[in-house]
Each structure stands twice: as C-alpha cells, then as structure tokens.
C-alpha cells in the first residue's frame, strides 16, 4: 500500500530539521502481522501525508516507545540499552483504538498493556536524563496518520478489536538518526 512510513528516513528528516529532534528515544519493537490488514481498511485518501515528510502515513515498523526525551550526549548507548533490557518484555495487548487529535491530523492509534512497559519507562525515568512535555507516561502504538477529521470512523470500525503483540527487539534512536538494536533475550548489537 502506497504512503508507508519509514524509520529508515529518519536520518534524512533529521538533517533537514535537526533542532526538532534534539532527543533521544528507546523503544520496543514487535511483530504485528495484523498491521498489514488494518491498513487494507484505512482508504487511500483519507491517509495523511506530507511531500517532504516521510514521516506521517502508514506506521510499516510497529513499535511502543518507551520514553522519548533522553539527552543523548550526557548518556551511554549501552547503558540505555541494559536498562531497557534488564526486565523481560512478554506480550502486549493492544486494545483501544483512539486518536491522538491535533491542527493538521488525527494519529490512529492502539493503547498498549503491558505492566513491563511502565517499569521501564519508570527505570528509563531514574536512571537517565531527560526532557518531555507528558507527565504521564501513555503506552500506545502507532497505526497511521489520518487526515483531520477523518480517523473517528476508523476508532469506530476497530472498536472492540484486541491484539497480541510480540517483543521483538529493543532499539534507541538517536538525534542523528542512529539506531542501536537489541534483540530481546540476546546481546546489544548495531
């Protein structure tokens, strides 16, 4: 399907706009096969997309973050890595279509349940510093940017849909666009 979204640009998006990334993010990344056939829902047009942005669309790489906001100089990539890896991630259910709704679009997403995913978040917290706007820490995952306006009817068509995701690995992106991964249970690797 036409307008999935890439980490991969990451690095691009970054250098054409470096002050709007001046943190770091841990996340945990998982298998959704599902994914696939909730965006053959979502019609084509109501997806929202920018010409230069490829950041908005169809989210392609289904992950939770962690914690956004670590300051990525004054921290080790290691050591972002062993705390997040230090408790084991099992399962997670997403639950709960919602929009997160602001000016220019709607952002379809699932709430997360998993109570690892507060712990890290919580040792993330203590261990690092880091800046965010969200007291709050609300574990959700990403299905798709929609345009403003159009994301009610796709919370209305996933109402009371479940899922089980499984962990597949940890990453830490970096303002500049590197990315450290660890599989879950197996040693850090780039």
């Known amino acids: 399907m036409k307008y999935l979204k890439t980490f991969n640009n ?20 998982f298998s959704f096969p599902e994914m696939e056939e909730i965006h053959s829902m979502i019609d084509e047009e109501d997806i929202y997309t920018e010409e230069e942005d490829r ?3 169809l989210e392609d790489e289904p992950h939770v973050t962690l914690l956004y906001g670590l300051h990525s100089k004054e921290i080790k990539d290691q050591d ?9 991630i099992v399962d997670i259910k ?10 220019d679009y709607d952002v379809l997403k699932f709430d997360a349940d998993n109570n690892i995913l507060f712990q890290i978040n919580k040792d993330l917290t203590e261990s690092f510093p880091f800046t ?6 609300h574990p959700h995952s990403t299905i798709a940017y929609i345009k403003k306006g159009k994301g009610k009817k796709y919370v209305e068509m996933l109402s009371g849909k479940e ?28």
């Open 94 to 103: 997403l639950y709960n279509a919602s929009l997160f709704e602001n000016k």
């Open 132 to 137: 965010t706007d969200y007291p709050d820490y």
């Open 10 to 29: 990451f690095q691009s998006i970054m250098e054409k706009s470096k002050d709007a990334y001046s943190y770091g993010c841990a996340m945990v990344y």
């Open 55 to 57: 950041t908005y669309g």
């Open 80 to 88: 972002v890595m062993d705390v997040c890896s230090k408790r084991e």
């Open 163 to 190: 899922y089980i995701a499984t962990p597949d690995k940890i990453v830490y992106s970096k303002p500049s666009g590197e990315k450290k991964s660890q599989e879950i249970g197996k040693k850090h690797e780039d």
